[in-house]
Every structure is written in C-alpha cells, then in structure tokens.
C-alpha cells in the first residue's frame, strides 16, 4: 500500500491497522485515522511489541499482534518473562571497554518462569475477549497459526513435560475447546513431537510415545481418534511429505529395517489411515532425500561412515524400481592411505541393550603394539552427536587417531530420542551419572575384542554435554580415565536451562499449605560434589562469553577442584561463545593427548599434599 510503515498491520481488507507503542497495543482506523489504545497493561518483557527489554517505545513500532483470517478479529499471544531472573556476562574483548550482556534465564527450580497469556479484541467494537488457558501451574504454551477459519490451536504442556494438550479456541467467542490430552510418563519426547492440523482443521495427526516407540495417529476434529498412521515396531520422524489430496505422507523411521543400526534414518510412504505402508530407500546405511516438485520422485542419497555415498533416483509409486545415479569411489582416498573407520555393535551394562559406535584407527596400526584409547563423549539426551553418514573426518576423531591413539564414539543409553521412549528416558533421575558405566563398559568390551587396545592408558573428552560427562567419569572412575579434556560443560545442571534439566532430571511438585498454590523444585547432582574424587590429568576449557552453557559452571568446577587440593589445567577462551571449536581448540586437544596419555609422566594432582 502506497506510503504504508513498517510499523502497521493492516487486516485483510485494509479497514484497520494495528501497531505497538510503549508496550501496549493501538488500534487504527485507516480512513478516520482515530488511534484507539487497547491495552493498558503491556510492560517490558511482557510486551504487546516486538520489543520485550526494559527499553520503552514512546515512538510507533511493529506489534506481535497479528489479524486472523480476513475478520477484524486481532490476536495478541504473550509470553511474561517478568519474574525471570537474569544472568550476565562480560566481553572482555569489546572496544573500547569491555562490555556486559545481561539476560533472562530460567534456571531448574525456579519460581520465576515464563508464563503466557492470550488475548482477542473486536476492532469494530474495541472489546476484548476474554479468553482462559489455564491448567497446568506454570505451563508452557505454543501456538498455531494454520489455516483453519475462524479457529487457533494450541499446546499447552506442564512444567514437567509429563502431560500436553492440544486446544482449538474459537476466535469469536474465546471458547477454548481442549480436543486431545495426553500422559506422557516419565516425561514427553520433546524433539520429536509435532502435529499437523489437515483439511482446514477437519482432521490432526498427533504424535506420541503411547506405544513405546513414535508413532503418527489420525484424530477427528473433535479429537476423537480415528487410526494409527505409522506402525507401532519404528520411531516415526519428522513427516517430509504431506499430500492430503491422496491421503499419504513420507515420512521418516528408525529401528524397523532388522540387522540394521537403528538411529540409521529410512523413509517410507503410507496412507493417513495406515494402509499401504512401504518403505521407499532401501539399503544398509542412513539416508536423506529430495523430492521432485512433481512428488512423483525422489533421489535417496545413503551411506555409512565406512561406506561412501550412493544417489538413486525412485519412483515413488513403484520405489522397487530404481535407478542408479551415482555409487561415490573412495579408490583414491585408499591409494593415500585412508582407512574407513570400523563400525561396531556391542552390549550396554546391562548385557542386553545393543549400543552402536565408531572405532577409528591409525591408518598405520600395528597389531602387535598397545594403543592408548580415547573415547569421544556426548551423552544426549536429545542427540548422540554420532556421525551416522559418510564423512571423511568428523569431530576430527580420525586425524586424533592418526597421532597414535584408538579413538571412539558409541552412544550410551539414554543418549537419543530416536531409540524409542524407554532409551531415551534411561537418564530420568540420573543426569549425571546416567552415561557413564556404558562408556565405561565400551571401552572394556572393545579391549577384549580388540588386544592392541592399552586399558591403562585411557583418555576421555567431550564438548557441553560431553564436557559434563567427561568430567562426571573421570571422577566416579578415577582409576580407570587417566586423562580427559572438557569444553564447556554444563557440570551444574542446576545452572543450566531450566526446561533441559526439570525434563530429563525430573522435577517435583509441591502444595503451599497457606496459600494452596504449586511450586517446583529440582535439584541435580553435580560434578563439583565429587571434585576430591580427581585422580588423572584434567583440562577445562570454557568460552568467556557463553550464553548456552555459563562459564560460571566451569569456575565453579575449577573452585570446587582448588578447594580439594587438586591440580588440573584450565583454558579460558576470551570472545568465545558455546562453539568454541577453532584450529586452537582442536590443535590444544591434540596436544594434550599427546603430552599426558601417549607418553605419560608421573605428575602430582595433589599439589598441597604432594601425591
């Protein structure tokens, strides 16, 4: 619209615009120009505006309110961060001075968390709707703007990520209708659960792990089920294909192909009411696709770590029939000496879980010889971080290798959320320890397996989460780990991000004998709690300017570890953040390995008592 500012929100048929100003809402005639204030109780971080900080807008700015469909119906969703407490860090490196960053962080336990609030207003009328989401203390609340006239859903989940709710609420009205409530014991896969509202919200495929597994199921609009989509015996991904005029989906799986590692990623088809389920990328690796625009095609691209890329091109209405695009050649690669690492498959602590994992080798490995062993840790639980595709050197564990150790990657259990809801869950209670007796495990198993394998000489390293774990073994079994480096570990789950430890920890709740209200409470084990446990040669490393995981969880490890009389080393990197992976880092972790678990000295950790 000729002269419009970026500041107005016009609905459908140009008749109004909305804007922010000073927290609150306004509302504009377009043609009696009469601004009209709708709301008097926006303030800083709980803002009808694009800006949530303590700054107010005396001028004219773009609202979050947004028009639904094509009504004069305005939505204003908000999220009161209010009595969040901050956290700050210090730039050392800004010029001219250093600087400090100052935000809001929910912590486990805490008090103050987000809360949410929706609000409707008539602009013919200029009356607010009201509108009541409420159920579970301190929920968490996550809305849809999909296409469905005249209505909005949302989830609302309890702070414990144990129940979740799937609402439509009537924009004319501000009627909330709550279709699905589902129990998700002990707590809900986050990173896996969607839904998608079909045929104008006539329909919804839900996601749960009722079953054990992942599976897609079909509701009415009433939110009364009408079928499973996805079989019970995989974990369904994220859904790449959505053709409602045909009533089919592609989609991903995991853990169905039998012999076959299941955290590979395969894709099949099936009908929205189960029927005709098929898998479309066959074949012994991980896979990932691009579908033409037509959807009558798709090229599967799929590999292993030992196995280099091979592209087919398939038919998806016959996917048996495919053809071969390209089969990569790793010839040259050999003829330099390369080595595909080895792929293994062994049993957890408990002698009955099945873990999957990558040993790389010196290219020149010599059997008759005694190698030292590292493993590479992250414990999840929302990710492995194992590298399942082809890839020459990831985590550059292989040019570590190269230096003359055996490098390792194995997934313990409860590490990822694609194994199924009791894999993923193991760590509930036990965030700390959780990963720790299978790393251990591994490595012992790998040893009998494998004679060149040192038991005596074993190094451990990780990044965040793996830092925490590197830091948590060294210290339960500190006669086993004789070395370990640890990036930016979250060692205080309890100063870390409030809905990662409260899910995978646990949280518990509580009545206020006076005042009837809940409140939570979370406490979790820390790796400063066993710092006079230390026994082998320690490095902490920690960007100065960490948003993700504050370096006061390292200092912190580092003052529990003085207290204790131990020695270890510690590298601050100033001007880095969470992903303080650079050729330094990388270079500093080879370095170390090489001085304290290839050639070993006898050094004293005890630097009081000398020992």
Not at 307 to 321: D, G, R
Not at 378 to 406: C, E, H, K, M, W
Not at 508 to 528: A, L, Q, Y
Request: charged letters at 25%; glycine letters at 8%.
């Amino acid at each position: 619209m000729l002269g419009k500012k970026s500041w107005e929100k016009y609905s459908k048929d140009n008749k109004f615009y909305i804007y922010g100003r000073d927290h609150n809402l306004y509302l504009s005639h377009k043609d009696t120009l009469e601004d009209i204030q709708l709301t008097t109780d926006g303030e800083p971080y709980f803002s009808y505006t694009s800006n949530s900080s303590e700054k107010r807008d005396t001028a004219c700015c773009y609202t979050l309110a947004r028009w639904i469909d094509d009504t004069h119906i305005i939505f204003a969703f908000r999220e009161d961060k209010r009595a969040i407490k901050t956290m700050t860090l210090v730039n050392s490196l800004a010029n001219p001075r250093p600087t400090t960053d100052t935000y809001k962080m929910p912590m486990p336990g805490d008090s103050g968390v987000s809360q949410y609030d929706i609000a409707l207003f008539n602009a013919d009328t200029q009356e607010k709707i009201p509108v009541s989401i409420a159920k579970y203390p301190d929920q968490k609340v996550d809305i849809s703007y999909s296409s469905t006239p005249g209505y909005v859903f949302f989830t609302r989940r309890s702070r414990p990520a144990d129940y979740i709710d799937l609402c439509r609420l009537d924009i004319h009205t501000g009627k909330v209708e709550e279709l699905i409530s589902e129990h998700c014991a002990p707590h809900m896969n986050i990173q896996l659960f969607k839904y998608h509202l079909i045929n104008d919200g006539k329909e919804i495929i839900w996601w749960s792990e009722r079953n054990g597994k992942g599976q897609y199921f079909l509701y009415d609009n009433n939110g009364n089920l009408k079928n499973a989509i996805t079989p019970p015996d995989m974990v369904a991904g994220t859904i790449m294909k959505l053709d409602t005029l045909n009533r089919t989906i592609i989609v991903e799986g995991y853990g169905r192909e039998k012999g076959i590692n299941p955290h590979y990623r395969f894709f099949y088809k099936v009908n929205l009411d189960g029927k005709g389920f098929t898998l479309l990328t066959p074949g012994n690796g991980t896979h990932s696709i691009d579908l033409s625009p037509d959807g009558k095609y798709l090229i599967d691209n799929y590999s292993r770590m030992d196995m280099p890329t091979a592209s087919h091109l398939i038919k998806i209405a016959s996917p048996k029939k495919n053809t071969v695009l390209e089969e990569s050649d790793d010839s040259e690669l050999r003829e330099l000496g390369w080595k595909p690492p080895v792929l293994f498959q062994i049993k957890a602590a408990d002698d009955s879980t099945d873990l999957y994992g990558i040993m790389y080798l010196p290219f020149n490995l010599d059997t008759t010889r005694l190698y030292p062993i590292i493993t590479n840790v992250y414990p999840g639980p929302q990710d492995d971080q194992i590298p399942r595709a082809f890839t020459v050197d990831d985590n550059y564990n292989q040019s570590l290798a190269q230096l003359g150790f055996v490098v390792i990657n194995v997934g313990s259990r409860g590490s990822s959320q694609i194994r199924g809801r009791d894999f993923h869950c193991f760590g509930y209670g036990n965030l700390r320890d959780y990963p720790l007796a299978d790393d251990k495990h591994a490595i012992e198993t790998l040893a009998r397996r494998y004679r060149f394998i040192d038991l005596d000489r074993v190094g451990i390293y990780g990044h965040s989460g793996g830092g925490f774990q590197t830091v948590a073994a060294m210290l339960t079994y500190p006669d086993f780990y004789k070395v370990g480096i640890a990036a930016s570990g979250n060692h205080d789950n309890n100063l870390y991000i409030q809905w990662w430890g409260e899910t995978y920890h646990g949280i518990k709740s509580h009545t206020d004998s006076i005042t009837g209200k809940t409140f939570f409470t979370c406490k979790i084990p820390t790796n400063n709690e066993l710092a006079k446990n230390l026994k082998g040669r320690l490095m902490l490393i920690t960007g100065d300017v960490d948003k993700n995981v504050h370096p006061s969880t390292t200092f912190r490890l580092a003052n529990a570890l003085m207290k204790a009389d131990k020695r270890f080393d510690m590298m601050v990197m100033p001007g880095m953040d969470h992903g303080v992976g650079n050729t330094y880092y990388y270079n500093l972790i080879r370095y170390y390995f090489v001085e304290h678990l290839l050639n070993p000295k006898k050094e004293h950790i005890d630097i009081i008592h000398h020992k």
